[in-house]
């Protein structure tokens, strides 16, 4: 476990799957990741690679060659190694190495980077690649955040804000059986009163989104910037007999989604695909605010 801080955060990072697995409030006390309950769900931030969701049978086609990928991917399960260090950041890198051809057949460098700035902490993803062909990939984040933050409050209490980028509409979009369709063009995004109906189906999935906001009435919660990030997921396991969701929200960054309903099976043609050609680097990164 690696430890980075400065006046106001203090956070606490794994490196099983370079996974943030606290974040303290130093001023409030107040504790905002996810324990990792697993009777809900064992993880607190897992980072999604080289797929976003569920594949179509779990299976993906490159050329004739079919792979099998569970959901999510496999990079949240591998163990990094420690890459650069300093009080107030941190940085993992994994390199594959052959590791994991049967399942994904492109080799490549993964680095993630912690950064703390005053109330603010940014992720950001590095993946280099050195094969020959088109490497075709998604990375999406998983952060998962207490709700409620403090004792005497109640999910209701909370109020969900999306901003859409300046650029273009947002679109809705609703997964069945673990497979994406899209819901709505054009929506309009009013800010939502947290409701556990509102994970019957899954994950709310929203593209062109450059803020969302989980805050409480007393004025305390996050606010993530995924500027230029194709896609946001937003989830909360939900107890159908009960009525109930668990007491912690998801708000997911994600370059890529899970397959559309009629998806081919050729990861080429994925939705939401990423791609890379030899010696290139993707980069990206989001910013989370504690308040």
């Given at each position: 476990m690696r430890t980075i801080e400065n006046d106001q955060l203090l956070v606490q990072i794994t490196e099983r799957g370079a996974e943030v697995r606290e974040v303290l409030h130093k001023e409030s006390g107040r504790h905002y990741m996810w324990s990792g309950d697993p009777n809900y769900w064992g993880r607190v931030s897992p980072v999604l690679f080289p797929i976003v969701g569920r594949l179509k049978d779990d299976q993906y086609k490159i050329g004739a060659q079919i792979y099998e990928l569970t959901q999510h991917g496999f990079l949240r399960d591998v163990d990094f190694d420690l890459f650069e260090e300093a009080k107030d950041k941190v940085a993992f890198q994994y390199q594959?190495?052959?590791?994991?051809?049967?399942?994904?057949?492109?080799?490549?460098?993964?680095?993630?980077?912690?950064?703390?700035?005053e109330n603010g902490l940014t992720i950001s993803w590095e993946i280099d690649y050195d094969g020959e062909d088109t490497m075709y990939f998604s990375i999406g984040g998983h952060p998962a955040f207490k709700v409620p933050l403090v004792e005497g409050e109640q999910t209701k209490d909370y109020t969900l804000t999306l901003t859409a980028s300046d650029e273009h509409q947002p679109v809705q979009y609703e997964l069945r059986n673990s497979l994406v369709r899209e819901k709505?063009?054009?929506v309009q995004l009013e800010p939502i009163q947290l409701r556990p109906e509102f994970f019957q189906d899954d994950a709310m999935i929203f593209s062109h989104i450059n803020r969302v906001s989980l805050f409480s009435q007393a004025g305390h919660g996050v606010e993530i910037d995924l500027t230029g990030f194709p896609f946001v997921g937003i989830w909360s396991p939900?107890?159908?007999?009960?009525?109930?969701?668990?007491?912690?929200?998801?708000?997911?960054?994600?370059?890529?989604?899970?397959?559309?309903?009629?998806?081919?099976?050729?990861?080429?043609?994925?939705?939401?695909?990423?791609?890379?050609e030899k010696n290139e680097t993707f980069r990206a990164d989001y910013t989370i605010f504690f308040k």
């Open positions: 594959s190495n052959g590791r994991h051809v049967e399942q994904y057949p492109y080799e490549f460098t993964a680095r993630i980077r912690y950064a703390l700035s709505e063009k054009d939900y107890n159908q007999e009960k009525g109930t969701m668990a007491p912690f929200v998801c708000i997911e960054p994600w370059y890529g989604i899970a397959d559309m309903e009629g998806a081919s099976g050729q990861y080429k043609e994925k939705f939401g695909i990423q791609t890379l």
